[in-house]
């Protein structure tokens, strides 16, 4: 069996249980038909024959009172690369992206960085601390914090670390290891402002060392102008209480910065005159260069420090190998993008590997720093297609290839991964996630 | 560098909300409830139980009134509890310790993990050694010694975060002396005797200390082109790469779920795996089937005890319940009755 088969065994593992007793089920029933003359049990549920759903009464109201997807969708969740990570407890799960069907991540999909493990925090004794530079540090209960204006916003956080195995060649073989270390929710928080405000920085208080309450104290230091600009402290997350894996009760949001500067289960500010250089923002989350490019051979063994801003890409997110085409004819494509600096401005579509582009159409809200919709129809006869997207910025910033990325940065750099990418549609309908 | 102050509103509440801050005609959405209907019932009845109770501008609370006023002063005391980082140049930790006290205590607690030399074990990061191979096109090795910038990050991450099963558990004086031992490891520290303390720290030269430049994104500079972008004799498909492993087999995680263990093999994969398949922290291993014999001779109902409350013993650490309280007592011993299933007792 080949590497990409097993993958797709392991999607579909649920969804073959399904069919398999669904299967079952119908052919016993076919059996059973025949004998009982008088049908106890509707065989087929296909016009023109009354579904079996329609004939009794379903569950009563509020039988499951938090309520859960349908038990057909039970292959829709998050995965992880075991081999990734040293181990599961400091690890990453990768969101489903072919299966979302709009601009917001459902909570129990969005894709998860620990480097602790996921602590369980009884809010009640929960305590966000504000001190350093500043005339009045405080402490603030989940309710303190609660009271101070809040505000909803949509923003994509995103992994820099996204795409990050794509480097050196096409290594995942499907859309949620290649793109998935990203999700798209509403944030309900308090502008971090207002609390800075309260407590008055000093002068002198240019940096922010922000830290979180699991077991690696995951901490990273922000400028005071991102603190002061459209920074959040967040308690809410697409109408509920955050989940525990984006940082319950409380997190930080750094709208357009790598997912790493929001830190999860939000316990500590501190205001510094300088940055802390935590091991997050020296031994990690720095981008160490090879440039390919001759003029930036000064660069061969710097790394980037303070690398925050995620820069523009897109993805086409159906089809994709986990949603192969199954049959000639007309289609939709459909795709997600977003970029961290502002606004998606286009997104263009090429068939042919980068030849020729057109125009996607983007679908409902354009939001800053946000996931955007795009789509384009499509025809398709069998034959093979190299399908890409890209994606540019209100900035004017254009998505770029892999060539250009590799000769700015070379291959070795894990972070910051935003190459165009290549999606080949296979004769027999299959998708690969190739390079070209 | 990017600059950030880049327009930042993205939602009509944002606007409002900054708008009553900036405004002195901006009300809050109570004022312009009130304004519209008069005074509402709802402000009558609110008026009769608080007649103090009034709607304010963000401005009128932030400047006028001094603040919101929320929350309580951080002492002293409880600042200094969780003021917990180290940085470069300041905010060094008291205590003392060299790379010969390090030793021992590196061998016991870390090299499970990280290798007896700082090699790495598994994937486990590596810490030592990589000197040169920055500029390595395929494999640079960033380690402490070959990439990190400034020990103070080892000391931070070291006392802030190690070891990985139990975190924040060293003393400043263990902090040190570790540090003093990796450092050691990569040639940094040559002497094993040196005391590294907050007034030698300067001393401590980090080799990559200069290899940091700001970032300078956008680095690359695509075009809109929308036709003949490309030749197409340059398009070449390169599908997986061969020796890196799709990922794929990996990707198959064991399923076979053993009879009659159903509960604790669920447990074991979530919570005691971590350290009983690699043998982290001293944990025995499930095969390793003499120690396990040893230990049932004290009967099962002693090795329950010992998983659900806890054991320090001579080669490692077994905290309470793995370190997962939420497990109930139950789910503890079934756990361990799985661990023991193919060891006769």
Redesign the interface.
Known sequence: MS??N??K??TSLNQQEDNQSRRKFLSQAAATTAVVATGSVAANNLPPNVPEWQKHLGKPVNSNPYGQPSKYESSVRR????????????SISFTPLAEIKGMITPNGLAFERD??GLP?IDPEQHRL???GLVE??????ME??K???N?????FIECPANSA?EW??????RLQ?THGMTNCCEWTGV?LK?IL??VGVKPEGKWL?V?GAD???M?RSVPM??AM??TLVVFGQNGEALRPEQGYPLRLLT??WEGNTSIKWL??I?I?A?P????EE??KY???L?PRDPN?KD???????????M?AKAIITFPCPEKPLKEHGKYVINGLAWTG??KIK?V?VSF????????AELNGLV????WTRFSMPFEWNGEEV?MQS?A?GEDG?????LK??R??????SIY?NNAIH?W?INKNGEV????? | MYKFNQKLISAVVLALSITACSNDSAQTSTDKIAEHKGTSVSEKVASAILPSAQAATYEEITIKTGGFNLGKPASKEEIAGWHIEVSHGHNLPPGEGTAADGEEFFEEVCANCHGSFGEGVGRNPVLAGGEGTLTDKMKPERTVGSYWPYASTLLDYTHRAMPFTAAQSLTWDQTWSLSAYVLYLNDIIEDEDFVFNAQSYKEVHMPNENGFVRDERPDTHNTRCMKDCKDPASVVVKTALLGYGSGAEDVVEETKIVKGHEIGQKVYDATCRLCHDSGLAGAPKMDDTLTWEHRLKQGISKVHKHAIEGFAGQTGVMPPKGGNMELTDDEVKAAVDFMLKDIEH
């Open positions: 590497d990409k097993t993958v065994d392991q995965l992880r690369v075991p081999w990734l990570t040293p181990d599961s407890i400091a480097h602790g369980t601390m504000i001190h009045k540090p405080i402490i603030l209960t303190d914090i009271r101070f204006p505000v909803s916003r949509i923003h195995m050196k060649g096409p290594q995942v073989g290891f502008p207002y405000e309260e060392l830290e077991s690696a104290s901490s102008e991102k600009d459209d709208p357009g316990r500590r501190e510094t300088e802390s250089y935590q091991r020296t031994s720095t981008d160490l090879n930036r660069l061969i063994g710097k790394a980037y420090l303070f690398s925050w801003i820069e600096t502002g286009h263009d042919d590997g980068g030849i020729t582009w057109k125009e939001l800053d720093k946000c190299l890209r540019t910033y254009v998505q770029p290839t250009q990325l000769d700015a940065r070379g291959v070795a910051h290549t080949k690969e996630s190739v390079q070209v």
